[in-house]
């Protein structure tokens, strides 16, 4: 009779815990994952479940951009620095313009670029012929952000 009840309640006397909850619940909890549906079973082989790592950006500070040198037409592009405070390699963006007297933008962009630990690195932007023939000034968002 009582191999009856365990094979019915899909139990026998060899089963085992297969270690893994499948919620996060505490080991005493009932839980309809890997087996452990009572308090009175062993956990000794319980394993808490493990967290995958993604990347965390959110730990990252953003850097800082700054022009170098603006376009001309002697040399056509504009050199940005950006700066990185963190200790580990990240890749930023910076929104850059090209704008004429009156402030108007000519173009703009969004540029990314991957700096070194605790580094610097420039990227060029360059400017067409018609953008150069109007240019005023080379601006960049000074917060180059975290992507």
Not at 13 to 35: A, E, L, N
Not at 95 to 100: K, Q, V
Request: proline content about 4%; some cysteine.
């Amino acid at each position: 009779m009582a191999t009856v009840v365990l094979a019915l309640t899909g139990f026998s006397s060899g089963h085992k815990s297969s270690g893994r909850h499948k919620s996060s619940h505490s080991h005493r909890d009932s839980d309809s994952g890997g087996g452990c549906s009572s308090s009175s079973q062993d956990h000794d082989s319980y394993t808490p479940p493990r967290t995958t790592s993604t990347r965390r950006t959110s730990t990252l500070q953003d850097g800082t951009a700054s022009v170098v040198s603006c376009a001309t037409k002697a040399t056509p592009y504009t050199t940005v620095e950006v700066t990185n405070p963190n200790s580990s390699r990240a890749t930023f963006e910076i929104e850059f313009s090209f704008t004429d007297t009156s402030g108007r933008t000519l173009s703009s962009a969004d540029k990314r670029i991957t700096v070194p630990a605790r580094g610097t690195s420039k990227i060029k932007v360059q400017a067409s012929g018609a953008v150069l023939a109007k240019l005023d000034r080379c601006w960049v968002e000074p917060e180059a952000d975290v992507v």
